[in-house]
């Protein structure tokens, strides 16, 4: 299986955080993959039958296990949290831990340049003709005050809690619990909780920090509580992970 990735024009990457494609063999063996909470809401587009389907997959709260059909044509697009929702206009709650076909939802300021990905089997063409589209979709569209804060939220060394979050940004909790799951389809507290989770993945990924000292510096209480995180999101506790 080829699995391919690549970024968006630098003017999209406040609301696209990746293409990507996936391209295989007919192969009579199915291979079963752990796919991990990203964060992100992504539009999938499958070439593999007689004719092409495309679906939202929402946010994911828990892995998922996906057993791979024997013949794959895919083609992606990795929302960053809360880039979906200006294209879409309807709340991302109705997506989550869900996919949706694109005819049940479609997007109300965008439509997906599906005729020009059939003809373009090649993964950077396909790439060229997403952002043509998205970049025309977009000019029209400003980044609102929740999609910015959700950016500033990835940049922070400190996370803060739910609560503590609703009185920097001077709005009521129930507020903020509204926008967040039309915006990311999730509870600020949920996504603050799958940013933790990321930053410790990432830790496990790229250092050989014991995994106390990695509990610690991403902020949880203690390690009993990394772990009971690390496996409601991965399905898998962060030493068989790692």
Known sequence: ??????????????????????????DSMLAAQRILPDGC??????????S??????GTMTRAIVVEAGSRQDLFGIRFVPGGLFPLLGAPLSLLTDDSAEFSALPAQAWRPP??????????????RRADTSLIAALSSLRLDSMTRLLQRLQGRPALPSATA????????????????????????????????????????????????????????SDQ???VREFRRFAGVTPRRWR
């Not at 809401?41 to 007689?50: E, K, Q, R």
């Not at 599906?114 to 790439?127: I, K, V």
């Open 165 to 220: 979050l609703a009185d920097e940004t001077g709005v009521g909790l129930r507020t903020l619990q509204r926008r967040f799951m039309e915006h990311v389809g999730v509870s600020p507290k949920q996504h603050l909780r799958w940013l933790r989770f990321e930053r410790a993945r990432q830790l496990l990924l790229r250092s050989d920090r014991r995994s106390v000292e990695i509990a610690m510096a991403v902020g949880y």
């Open 1 to 26: 299986m080829s699995y391919r990735e690549s970024s968006p024009s630098p003017c999209l990457q406040e609301w696209i955080a990746a293409y990507w494609g996936i391209d295989s063999a007919v």
């Open 41 to 50: 809401a992504d539009l999938i587009c499958d070439f593999s039958g007689t």
């Open 52 to 57: 092409p389907r495309m679906r939202w997959v």
């Open 114 to 127: 599906l005729n020009g990905w059939c003809d373009d089997r090649d993964f950077a063409a396909r790439c």
């Open 224 to 226: 009993a509580h990394f």
